[in-house]
């Protein structure tokens, strides 16, 4: 039986120059953690591409969707792995474009990356093209813009065949891009924002503020739920979660009621500027889209801005909420996210909430408080959780104390 197996195409790395083989390896490493329900023999690097192979020699198409989900992966082709006997080879090019879907019009793409193979690109592209004419007598064959390609590709004593392909997620292997710490909510927008940055090759730290104990724990389940959801991206390394319901009481007691939300911004901002320190992360992450609601007009972006001295990326800034929305169903984290959770955004918020801050009544209410032994309390009561779906995630040293509830049972070991 021809064998299947599944080629990895990722345009992007190949751009990198001298950088290449760090990227390759790295997305060989991640393949090889995101397919590792999968029975595969090993990830391989062929001129080009990447390959991988199962221990039964037959690539599925469910490892074909699974490898399309990882950051790097421009496309993923399922292939006919032949050896270079001309008839063998023809036979796998009809039966991929036979399997690939509705078409009328065709063209082969035949390469030779190997001298074995006594026959020219040209040749082979003729040869190859005449056996599809003969079996698909009423299709075309269209050298511009075809609706199917049949790929043949002869590279170190083998030849793949290969028509149809699926589209991968794109951007870069996770781990070649640094850490960041992403503000996590249980919300629409934050989870679509964590794993755009994922994609560009960082590995996140989510963290996320509870209003625990004066709300329950349900927004810590559901941030749970998002991360399981992203798992086939393997982008998260371990989530932090902050009780914060105590203290968002108190910042309410003490600040003009508009101004609060700034002031909660203010110390999430700093709490996750600390991680990220303690995470040797080098930026933060938020979901705000400019306008989107009162605390994301630019005025008030300044002013929680200000609290913190790491850089803040935005991926959403410039997106609209449709947008979004179509992005959270496509990475699976829309119907988590609008299941309703009281979380810290929930509780004491203000009635009339202030849409332009300005920095000098800002800075007034935030010196009305002790924030800074408030800070060190936070940080003292953080909790962790860890998941272990990035392999190129290494936690500090230093340690804060586990989430006991929601740590899955092979990490706790008090
Ligand atoms: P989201 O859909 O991500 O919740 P949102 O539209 O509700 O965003 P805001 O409530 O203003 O907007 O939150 C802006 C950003 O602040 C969020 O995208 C997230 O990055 C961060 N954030 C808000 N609440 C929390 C929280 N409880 N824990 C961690 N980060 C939060
Ligand atoms: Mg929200």
Redesign the pocket.
């Known amino acids: 039986m021809t064998e299947r197996v599944c080629l990895v195409h990722y345009h992007e790395i190949g751009l990198k120059g001298k950088n290449r083989s760090t990227f390759e390896n790295q997305l060989v490493t991640n393949l090889r953690r995101a397919l590792r329900h999968f029975p595969v023999a090993g990830v391989s690097r062929i001129s080009g591409y990447l390959l991988v192979e199962t221990t039964d020699k037959q690539a599925t198409e469910e490892l074909q969707r699974a490898v399309a989900q990882v950051p790097g992966v421009a496309r993923a082709s399922l292939a006919y792995r032949c050896g270079l006997d001309e008839q063998e080879f023809c036979n796998a090019a009809v039966k991929a474009l036979g399997e690939a879907g509705n078409f009328t019009t065709f063209k082969v793409h035949a390469r030779r990356s190997s001298t074995v193979y006594p026959r020219h690109s040209i040749e082979l592209n003729q040869l190859v093209g005449a056996v599809l004419c003969e079996n698909f007598p009423d299709k075309k064959v269209q050298m511009h813009d075809p609706d199917m390609t049949v790929y043949v590709h002869v590279v170190q004593g083998n030849a793949y065949v290969y028509a149809a392909s699926i589209r991968g997620v794109g951007g870069l292997p996770v781990g070649t891009a640094g850490k960041v710490v992403?503000?996590?909510?249980?919300?629409?927008?934050?989870?679509v924002?964590t794993w755009m940055v994922g994609r560009r090759g960082a590995t996140v730290i989510p963290?996320?503020?509870?209003g625990r104990p004066m709300t329950s724990d349900t927004?810590e389940y559901l941030c749970q739920d998002i991360i399981e959801a992203l798992e086939s991206a393997g982008l998260i390394g371990r989530m932090y979660v902050v009780p914060?319901g105590e203290h968002q009481r108190e910042i309410s007691l003490a600040v003009p009621q508009a101004l609060r939300?700034i002031m909660y911004?203010r110390v999430?901002y700093i709490i996750a500027q600390k991680i990220a320190e303690l995470e040797g992360a080098k930026a933060l992450?938020?979901?705000?889209?400019l306008g989107?609601?009162a605390?994301?007009t630019l005025d008030n972006i300044a002013a929680v801005n200000e609290a913190v001295t790491i850089p803040v990326l935005r991926p959403l800034i410039g997106s609209d909420k449709q947008e979004i929305i179509r992005r959270a169903q496509d990475i699976n984290t829309f119907d988590i996210?609008t299941q309703t959770a009281p979380?810290?955004?929930t509780l004491f918020m203000p009635r009339r909430p202030e849409t332009h801050a300005r920095i000098r009544e800002v800075l007034e209410a935030w010196n009305s408080f002790n924030h800074d032994e408030m800070i060190e309390n936070l940080m003292q009561h953080i909790e962790y959780i860890d998941f272990n779906q990035c392999p190129s995630y290494k936690p500090p040293k230093v340690l804060p104390a586990r989430h006991k509830e929601l740590a899955p049972a092979e990490f706790v070991t008090d």
């Open positions: 992403s503000l996590l909510s249980s919300g629409i927008d934050s989870p924002a963290v996320h503020f509870s927004s914060f939300i911004r999430m992450v938020t979901g705000e889209s989107q609601v605390s994301q996210s979380d810290c955004c």
